[in-house]
């Protein structure tokens, strides 16, 4: 199902700092002019300022593409034709940038969690139907529209072996139906408790193989949504 993912996106959950919005003016320019900076020219043409000072790179009004700096968060989110290709790029060029130039050198610290979402695409699918078919027992067909979201809290091996750290992961699947496409979001977090005072000390990358080898391990029943395939 990697063909029918369509945006990837990483995200960062700090504890509230106002100190973020603060240099996001500097974090933006750096991002946009530096040398060193993987976002090559034009890759983000429109930068938005939000009423707490952080900030807003996308790369047009239309796609998913982009960099958000808030109070809260650093969120790199990137629209994808190629999964695997991409997958390596987050992984190789984007998160490096992100972590060394953007996360580490300005001192930001104090990890709550690291979050993947893989937004998943798929035409004409059955879902709708046959799920609310299944909930009304078939007093109602042919949706307009549906929405389904569900989470599943997962253990790790440090917040059950070790004394102190309640980490755990979590996954949220939202299932949304446009009376055309269904979209299948899987958000696969991490929650560090106590907190991480740095970000190599949450593992980043190897957090974004975990998500990736997560969502492969529920493509078992996701994939019975895929269109399909019509003989002759």
């Known amino acids: 199902m990697h063909e029918n993912i369509k945006n990837i996106t990483f995200g ?36 938005i300022r939000d009423r707490e000072g952080g900030r807003i790179l996308s790369h047009s009004d239309a796609d998913g593409t982009r960099l958000i700096i808030n109070k809260d968060d650093i969120i790199f989110s ?14 190789n060029t984007y998160l490096p940038y992100i972590v060394d130039h953007i996360v580490l050198e300005n001192h930001l610290s104090r990890i709550q969690r690291l979050g993947v979402i893989f937004r998943h695409v798929l035409e004409s699918s059955s879902f709708s139907d046959s799920t609310v078919k299944t909930i009304t027992e078939n007093k109602i067909d042919s949706p307009n529209d549906l929405m389904i979201r569900f989470s599943k809290k997962i253990g790790t091996m440090v917040g059950q072996a070790v004394r102190g750290q309640d980490d755990y992961k979590n996954a949220i699947f939202t299932f949304e139906y446009d009376s055309k496409d269904l979209f299948i979001d899987v958000d696969y977090q991490q929650y560090f408790h106590p907190i991480k005072e740095e970000i190599r000390d949450a593992n980043p990358y190897n957090f974004l193989d975990s998500a990736k080898s997560y969502i492969e391990s529920q493509y078992d029943w996701l994939k019975q949504y895929q269109p399909k395939i019509k003989n002759g």
Do not use: M, N, Q
């Open 78 to 91: 990137l629209d994808t034709e190629d999964f695997e290709y991409d997958f390596k790029e987050i992984k």
């Open 12 to 47: 960062i959950r700090f504890v509230r700092t106002f100190h973020l919005p603060e240099i996001a003016g500097k974090i933006t320019d750096d991002v946009l002019r530096s040398k060193r900076s993987p976002f090559k020219e034009k890759f983000f043409e429109y930068v």
